[in-house]
């Protein structure tokens, strides 16, 4: 298996991209991308 260094570079990576991914999009992901105009 892996040990435990790798498994904690793989993890940070991923929160990383994770954090890096959410501020990249600011949150379109949550249904923020429209303006209350294109509902109605």
Same mark, same amino acid.
């Given at each position: 298996?892996?040990?435990?260094? @790798?498994?904690?570079? !793989?993890?940070?990576?991923?929160?990383? !991209?994770?954090? !890096?991914?959410?501020? @990249?999009?600011?949150?379109?992901?949550?249904?923020?991308?429209?303006?209350?105009? #294109? #509902?109605?």
């Amino acid at each position: 298996m892996f040990d435990y260094e @790798v498994l904690r570079f !793989i993890w940070w990576l991923l929160v990383g !991209i994770l954090l !890096i991914g959410f501020a @990249v999009t600011d949150g379109f992901d949550m249904g923020c991308r429209y303006s209350d105009a #294109h #509902h109605r």
